[in-house]
């Protein structure tokens, strides 16, 4: 593939190395038994084609996994364009299988990775996710139609196709793409092939590039805000729209976390009463936590919520109070004037300096 945001890509000058299925295996057996590596994550650039470079991968993880008895994690990055008979030999062996959507745009991979195909890709995505949901109904059948189980002393063998889902990754900064289109891509992927995670990695400029990728890497803080911003959508209750519903063209704000901009923009959801607020609407409080909602919930069963209970919790207070209406607190007018708020809240500019760097060193 000569993908053009990739440092290995076929027209790109740089040495090439490969490991045979016999390296592979010993080298991880040999960390694993010494307690270096607790499991193996296998990628590869495409070796002949994409079925030979599969078939690779899958051997490495079948004698692993028969004749080494490895009993260690198996995350394979696998190859699209393999056969469904592939990807499933790879779900025998591995604990998580992924597939690289690389772009959250169909315009974006046609420019950048032109011999990828988003219909090939989801298509595999597709066959992953009915293979593991298949799987997981075999389980339970089975499990509700057998006797009680006899407890074991060995590992059992793992389950017949990837018990840790499939995750994905793309690229932020090389296309243009705005946050809310990788966010709304995500959101996508989650919804309709079941994805444990999608990851973001942020664009790194490489030698003797396209004219067409940008030529500075985009700030190490959107890709920390796209990763916030994929939090409150899995386990927050938060929709793309909520998130990016910004004056900065659909763009998330580097200065303060998603959750934080989206309550100073909506004052008049706010402040919440800790002691009476349903499950939803803690969610949405800045500084609060799935974990401590829980702690607020069963806490306030027993008494009647102050400062200094909430304290207790180890919870942001600065970011938490400005929101927030106990027996003893109300943030009175603070909500009034968001621009303040918002300065208030935000981490100051910090200069960087070169003695620092020197002393650092």
């Not at 690229?171 to 919804?191: C, E, M």
Request: contains cysteine; aromatic residues 8%.
């Amino acid at each position: 593939y000569d993908c053009a945001y990739c440092v290995n890509r076929v027209s790109s000058n740089v040495p090439r190395a490969r490991f045979s299925v016999d390296e592979v295996v010993t080298l991880t057996m040999d960390f694993y038994k010494r307690n270096y590596i607790e499991g193996l994550f296998l990628s590869s650039g495409i070796i002949r084609n994409a079925d030979y470079t599969m078939e690779r991968m899958v051997e490495v993880a079948r004698v692993l996994r028969e004749e080494h008895r490895f009993a260690g994690y198996i995350h394979l990055k696998t190859i699209p364009e393999a056969s469904p008979e592939l990807l499933a030999a790879a779900g025998r062996y591995a604990d998580r299988l992924s597939i690289n959507i690389e772009l959250p745009t169909e315009t974006g991979l046609a420019s950048f990775a032109p011999e990828k195909s988003l219909p090939s890709i989801r298509g595999a995505m597709g066959e992953l996710r009915w293979r593991i949901e298949e799987a997981k109904e075999a389980r339970k059948g089975e499990a509700s139609a057998s006797a009680p189980p006899v407890p074991r002393v060995s590992r059992p063998r793992p389950p017949k196709f990837a018990p840790a889902g499939q995750s994905t990754q793309m690229i932020v900064g090389a296309d243009g793409a705005s946050d809310q289109q990788i966010l709304t891509a995500a959101d996508n992927l989650y919804g309709n092939y079941r994805m444990r995670r999608v990851y973001y990695s942020a664009f790194s400029p490489i030698p003797d590039a396209s004219r067409l990728l940008p030529l500075q890497a985009p700030p190490l803080a959107r890709e920390h805000r796209l990763y916030q911003a994929d939090w409150l959508l899995r386990f927050y209750g938060y929709g793309v729209e909520e998130i990016t519903d910004t004056a900065q063209g659909g763009m998330l704000d580097l200065d303060i976390d998603p959750k934080m901009a989206w309550a100073i923009r909506h004052p008049e959801r706010f402040p919440v009463d800790l002691n009476l607020a349903p499950k939803e609407l803690l969610l949405r409080v800045p500084g609060l936590g799935v974990r401590n909602v829980k702690r607020v919930l069963m806490a306030r069963r027993h008494v009647r919520l102050r400062v200094a209970d909430v304290a207790r919790l180890r919870a942001p207070m600065g970011k938490l109070l400005p929101f927030v209406q106990l027996a003893d607190h109300h943030p009175r007018k603070q909500l009034d004037d968001p621009a303040t708020l918002r300065a208030r809240l935000a981490p100051p500019p910090k200069q960087g300096s070169l003695f620092d760097a020197v002393a650092a060193h």
